[in-house]
Structures are given as C-alpha cells and as structure tokens.
C-alpha cells in the first residue's frame, strides 16, 4: 500500500511532526472533554454511554493509524485461516499478542481500523497508564483495565471490568487486548524467563518471554459460559523485509513499514476451566506461537493463507476534519502575532512551539523498548512472583 504522494522529504520534516502532533493534542483535548460530560449519561443508559465513547476513541487513536497507513504507507498481511476470517470484525473478542516490538500495538489499531472495530480497542495496562495527558484519559473513559501489580486488588479489578464488559452493545465490538508477557521482550528479560522455565520445569522459548497466568486465567473464568465474548485470537507478528526498525519514529518519519499478522481463532468455551488447566494451555500455546515465530524468520512467512485487508478511507476523513478544525484558527492566530504581534507575544509563541515539542517526544518515548516494565520482580505482599 503507498501512502500519499508527496516527496520524501516532505514526509521526514519535522514540520509535519508538529502540525500532527498540534492537531493530535487540541483534538483529543476537546475529546477528552466531550468525554467529561457522557459521565452525565452513565447512570442512565450505559449502552449510549459506550457507543458515544466508542466514536469519540476512534476519533482520537485513528490519527495515528492515519500516520501509519496514509501518511507513511504501512502495511499489514494478515496471515488467517478462512474460516476464522468470517467471524473478523464481527463480535466481541480477547486478542492475546507477542510483545516484542515498539509498534506491535499500532499494526494491531491498523488492523482493527481496517475492520471498523478500532473504536472499541481496550488494553490491559499498567495502572500509572491512565494518568498519561490524552491518550491515557482516553483509555479511562473507554473502560480499559490498570492493573496495580498486586493481584489482590488486581482479582477485584479484572473481576469488576470483565462484569461490565459483559453488557456491551452489540455491532459496536470491543477487541480487549493482553500482552501476556507484561513487557516488551529484551535479550536481559530472555534470560530472566528462561531462568524462570528451568526452575519450574516450564517450556524453554527462543524469541518470547514466558507469559504470566494468572490475569489471564482469571480473564477467562470471568468470560465462560456468559455469551458476551465469543473467542480468543492469538497473534504472532513479525516485521521480517523492512529496511528501518519498527518504531513509532520511524513512522513519523514517512518511512514504509509492513507487519506480517498470524492470527488465530479459539472458541472461548473450548478452553479448559480449571486455572492450572488454562495456565498450561496459555504455555503451550506460547510454544506453539515460539515455533512459528521461528520457522516465520527462516521463511518470512506463516503457516496460514495469507490475506490483505482492505484499507479504508475513515481514519483520513477524521484527520482531515480535525487538522481543519484545529489549525485554520491557529494560523489566523499565528499570522496576526507575525504581522501585528509584539516581541513578548511572539517569544510566547516560540516558547510554546518548543514546550510542544518536548511534550511530544516525550510520548513517543514511552513506546521504546527500553521503557518497558522489569520481568521476574516479586509483586509485594502477596508473594506471588510478577512471573507466573
């Protein structure tokens, strides 16, 4: 897929960076506003509650899906068995995912955008998530789930989350994602799960960390037998051909990347019950997904038909409409401070063009690698390790 046609050098400026991520702050600002109010609506009828919250999150997470399709021509192909693709897009999923790259995440919002489910992307994620400015408010208003690291109060918070899931509307489908590992992968976390593996007579993975049970196989006793969640999709993505790394910057930049999708349907009553049961089930499917993921570097393929998903025109109109609604009055503002302007109005622009950019370079650092939590620590005072 080609992005839009403009020259290269146009797409690297850093000019562009700073007109997107302007529009980016001002517009999920007036999202996260209009978010305050639906509080109003809660009480009343918490279906409306979500579907109005569901468009404004699209709203907000599709600018960059915007960034990644039109502006840098990125790229999905979905590696799918037919029969699973009839249920994509269709119904109330949990997403399991390795966690390896800096921009896993985003190739998943492509795919979700391209299915028209966007909107409804929820993540389990850390609880200091949700004070992020913007993004991390948004998630609070759209029902994802932060976890304390302490599973005594992180049982009532999965337990509490998964009952109101089950009341989400219908054709307005959620894709709750978990990254069982809970952190990117690192050649010192590698060691650190491996370790892990041996001591517990666990099975041994070259490219993942060994994920941890107990958040998941909570997750799905909560889910069983209610209805509301129809399956698991397990995915495995790679990056195998690009000629830059997969990093949000490298995005920004205009660069061209394409993720290769594996992704798998599990009914979700035809897992097992019993915790140990699922904990296991959980491993052995990491085997499987370390296996592929192996054979994927050998080949740059998997396993299943691959497919292209259509991409679609939605998350372009947005940024249009927002880049409009935004900007014409800022450069009314900016080009009356040029003209008419006096020093000291014109040295606060200066100094707010620069507090904007550091405000967003910072967010984009919070999706590197080395940002990621630590694996292996002890969580407190329940004694169970962060591991299991």
């Known amino acids: 897929m080609a ?61 960059f899906t915007f960034v990644a399709q039109w502006w840098s021509g990125c790229d999905i192909i979905l590696y799918i068995d037919p029969k699973d693709r009839l249920f994509a897009g269709k119904e109330h999923i949990l997403v399991l995912m390795n966690h390896t790259y800096e921009i896993d995440w985003l190739m998943l919002w492509i795919l979700a955008e391209r299915y028209g489910v966007l909107g409804g992307a929820k993540v389990y994620g850390k609880n200091m998530l949700r004070y992020i400015p913007l993004i991390g408010w948004a998630w609070y208003f759209t029902e994802c789930i932060f976890l304390m690291r302490d599973w005594a109060k992180d049982k009532k918070i999965i337990h509490d989350t998964m009952k109101e899931l089950l009341d989400f509307p219908d054709n307005y489908w959620f894709t709750l994602l978990l990254f069982p590992e809970g952190t990117r992968f690192t050649a010192e976390k590698h060691e650190a799960s491996l370790k892990v593996a041996r001591e517990k007579g666990y099975p041994e993975f070259k490219h993942h960390l060994l994920p941890r049970t107990k958040g998941f196989s909570y997750t799905i006793q909560a889910l069983q037998g209610k209805g509301a969640v129809g399956a698991i999709y397990d995915i495995a993505i790679g990056f195998k051909g690009n000629s ?68 679609r025109p939605n998350d372009l109109l947005n940024w249009i409409f927002w880049l409009l609604v935004t900007n014409v009055p800022l450069y009314f503002y900016l080009g009356s401070i040029v003209i008419a302007g006096t020093i000291t109005q014109q040295l606060i622009v200066v100094g707010v063009v620069i507090l904007m950019a550091a405000f967003s370079f910072w967010m984009i650092s919070l999706t590197e690698i080395q940002k990621g939590s630590s694996y292996g620590k002890a969580a407190g005072s329940n004694g169970v390790k962060k591991s299991e």
């Open 244 to 311: 830059v790394k997969p990093t949000l910057m490298n995005a920004f930049r205009g660069n061209t990347i394409t993720a290769d999708l594996r992704m798998k349907r599990y009914e979700m009553d035809s897992l097992p019950k019993e915790e140990e049961e699922l904990a296991k089930w959980l491993r052995d499917l990491f085997k499987e997904k370390d296996d592929l993921v192996d054979e994927y570097f050998k080949t740059g393929k998997f396993d299943l038909p691959a497919f292209h998903p259509p991409q």
């Open 3 to 63: 992005g839009l046609p403009l020259p290269n050098r146009v797409k690297k400026s850093f000019l562009f960076f700073l007109v997107f991520m302007y529009t980016f702050v001002v517009s999920t600002l007036i999202i996260n506003f209009l978010m305050v109010w639906t509080l109003l609506i809660w009480p009343f009828d918490r279906k409306l509650f979500r579907k109005i919250n569901y468009i404004l999150g699209y709203s907000s997470w599709s600018q």
